[in-house]
């Protein structure tokens, strides 16, 4: 059995979907369904035995070694974390909380169970974290996209609580011999993702006929990767990842966010024309940039590719195209996710013009 934690968030479920459809070894997803797990991302599983949920706290060291134990845990994959940048910039303490102390503890209790293992089950263990290229900093229109040797500078709450927990990963490998894998991958967009992250929040303004905020002047590059493909390199790191090395996963897909913005107005006039004609870019607002804005992000995934033969399956004209396709046919989704905590957060903090 694996053991996946924050396996109801957007690229946890989408993981959990895809182990479970590959069938070969069953589940088991600890989540502690803050404002962004939604365990209705996997109803699909409910009668599928496969796969059991528990709803916790990495934190809680007593409860995820139990866990582990009780059912022989073989790897733990970690997704759990909180992840927005804009609520790290407003309530950083949170991801402090879970993404610092929360891994911490989560490794203090996968280090207890490890070293009561012995034989081809202490051997075959592995610990596979999921981290951002954001611990990178932000680089110059002309400099390299990352490699696993760049330095790490990470420039916002999040991203120095992520890269905080990737050191102790680091160290736990060094110190204890903890079997380790470090995945760093770069924006991730596609199905059951929340909408306060660029793409969805722009699909489901612009079909609410809602303003699309651009911050700065929108020439911010991120590089993307369809979800699909992130799970596809976190499963090919797993199975033959080198212990205690880590490895970039990104689709070489540089983008600048107000070019994503038009692709996404232009595949909505494609799929779904406004009734009154026109574009759903006449939406788009430029609003005031967020504070310590990182320029550009990219990755360089050749050693990825190079060392364990992993690709991406889509490209970014097929993955958005899948991903609109499915804002579109899953509207419902969309409307369950938009009330209670999520309301609130757009109308505070995404002030309309
Ligand atoms: P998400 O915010 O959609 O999901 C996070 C999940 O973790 C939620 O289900 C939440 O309930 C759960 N969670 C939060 N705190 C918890 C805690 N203390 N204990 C247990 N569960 C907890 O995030 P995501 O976009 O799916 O990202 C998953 C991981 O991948 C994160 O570690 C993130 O840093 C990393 N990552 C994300 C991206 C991206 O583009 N989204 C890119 C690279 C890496």
């Known amino acids: 059995m694996i053991f996946v934690t924050g396996g109801a968030g957007f690229i946890g479920s989408n993981f959990v979907l895809d182990w479970v459809s590959a069938g070969a070894e069953d589940v088991l997803n600890l989540d502690k369904l803050t404002y962004a797990g939604n365990l209705e991302n996997l109803r ?54 879970t993404n610092v102390v929360g891994t911490f503890r989560l490794l203090e209790a996968v280090r207890g169970y490890w070293s009561q293992l012995q034989g081809a089950e202490r051997e075959n263990f592995r610990f596979l974290h999921v981290s951002t290229d954001e611990v990178y900093g932000s680089l110059g229109p002309r400099d390299p996209a990352f490699t696993e040797e760049n330095k790490y500078e990470p420039n916002s709450p999040y991203s120095a609580s992520k890269a905080a927990s990737d050191h102790l990963v680091r160290a736990y490998h060094h110190t204890y011999g903890l079997p380790v894998l470090t995945t760093n ?9 929340f909408p ?36 596809s390199a976190i499963r090919r ?104 905590a999520y309301r609130d957060w757009i109308t505070q903090h995404y002030a309309q013009p």
């Open 44 to 97: 699909s599983l409910d009668a599928n035995s496969r796969h059991s949920f528990v709803r916790g706290d990495i934190g809680d060291q007593a409860l995820v070694e139990s866990l582990l134990a009780k059912h022989r845990v073989r790897a733990v994959v970690n997704f759990a974390a909180e992840s927005h940048v804009d609520r790290s910039i407003h309530s950083p303490g949170t991801f402090i909380d």
């Open 185 to 193: 991958c770069s924006n991730n967009y596609g199905p059951y993702h």
């Open 196 to 231: 306060e992250k660029l793409i969805p929040l722009m699909i489901v303004n612009a079909l609410a006929g809602k303003p699309l905020p651009v911050y700065g002047d929108g020439q911010q590059i991120r590089d993307w990767l369809y979800v699909g493909d992130h799970c």
């Open 237 to 340: 790191v797993l199975e033959a990842g080198r212990l205690g090395e880590t490895y970039n996963v990104g689709g070489w897909n540089e983008k600048p966010n107000l070019e994503i913005v038009h692709t996404v107005c232009a595949l909505l006039d494609e799929m779904n024309p406004k009734r009154g004609g026109g574009s759903y870019r006449e939406q788009i607002t430029f609003v005031k940039d967020r504070p310590g804005h990182d320029r550009r992000y990219a990755i360089d995934a050749r050693k990825i590719e190079r060392e364990l033969g992993w690709k991406p399956a889509e490209t970014f004209e097929t993955g958005i195209r899948k991903t609109v396709q499915w804002y579109l046919a899953n509207g419902d989704w969309v409307q369950r996710v938009q009330s209670g």
